[in-house]
């Protein structure tokens, strides 16, 4: 799908991750790309062993990459919206919470820096997880699909 150039355009981006705590920490996650409502694209990645909290970190990371090279495509996106259902992950990228984990706050680091290269102002929005948001529900099966992987 192309990018429109006619309008201006708000880019919601659901992410989300798996984690298969009885089968070593295996962890996969899922991003969503909806631009005005409609699937752009979607993609899931196998991170392998990690934990829950730094899973949900690598996929709003992931959202934000996306992002930025949505960004360098066209210049009529003048929203990014990450869309999480993990708060404590939220909080994180917000710069709300603590972290004693050291690659989770690297991951954060580079969170700010993408928001700062992205040329448009980025939110971040919790939504309820399993209470059918479609977008929400794609970014959770993608999650499960890659962790198993």
């Known amino acids: 799908m192309l990018l429109s150039k006619s309008d201006t355009l708000k880019v919601n981006i659901y992410t989300d991750a798996s984690t298969l705590l009885h089968k070593d ?5 899922g991003v969503v790309v909806c ?15 990690t934990d829950s909290a730094t899973a949900e970190i690598l996929g709003i990371y992931a959202g934000l990459s996306r992002a930025k090279a949505l960004c360098k495509e066209t210049d009529e996106i ?3 919206r990450i ?14 919470g603590t972290t004693q ?10 969170i700010d820096e993408l928001c700062m290269q992205i040329p448009c102002p ?12 479609k977008f929400n529900e794609m970014a959770d099966q993608l999650a499960y699909e890659h962790a198993h992987n």
């Open 78 to 80: 003048v929203l990014v």
């Open 122 to 133: 980025v939110e971040f929005q919790w939504v309820k997880a399993h209470n059918g948001n």
């Open 25 to 29: 920490n295996l962890s996969g996650i």
């Open 35 to 49: 631009i005005e409502g409609q699937v752009h694209e979607s993609f899931g990645k196998h991170l392998g062993a």
């Open 83 to 96: 869309c999480c259902d993990c708060k404590p992950a939220l909080d994180l990228a917000c710069g709300e």
């Open 101 to 110: 984990n050291k690659a989770t706050h690297m991951i954060l680091e580079k």
